[in-house]
């Protein structure tokens, strides 16, 4: 499964449930940014901090959704950190 399929999911779900589960994702990741924001981790997350937490928010989110049947959680981290991390 692609990421855009991954998204797409997430999306539908999002869409289906309405707001509340919108608002979480919204939540976790202005709460994720306000940790990461300004921290020397930032200048490092491409394509910008931003972005990059909310993707890693959107992948833990879509994960909850559908849990891994191939990944581990371990495996799953690495790949969002590889994804986001500037090189």
């Known amino acids: 499964m692609s990421t855009d399929d991954v998204l797409a999911a997430a999306r ?10 919108l608002a979480l994702v919204d939540i976790v990741t202005d709460r994720a940014l ?3 924001t300004g921290s ?11 972005a990059a937490v909310e993707f890693i928010v959107g992948v833990v989110f879509a994960e909850l959704l559908s849990p891994a049947r191939h990944l581990t959680h371990e495996q799953i981290a690495d790949y969002a ?3 986001v991390h500037g090189r």
């Open 12 to 21: 539908s779900f999002v869409q289906r449930k309405g707001i509340a589960a």
């Open 34 to 36: 306000a940790h990461v």
């Open 40 to 50: 020397p981790l930032a200048p490092h997350l491409h394509p910008d901090p931003e």
């Open 81 to 83: 950190a590889a994804a």
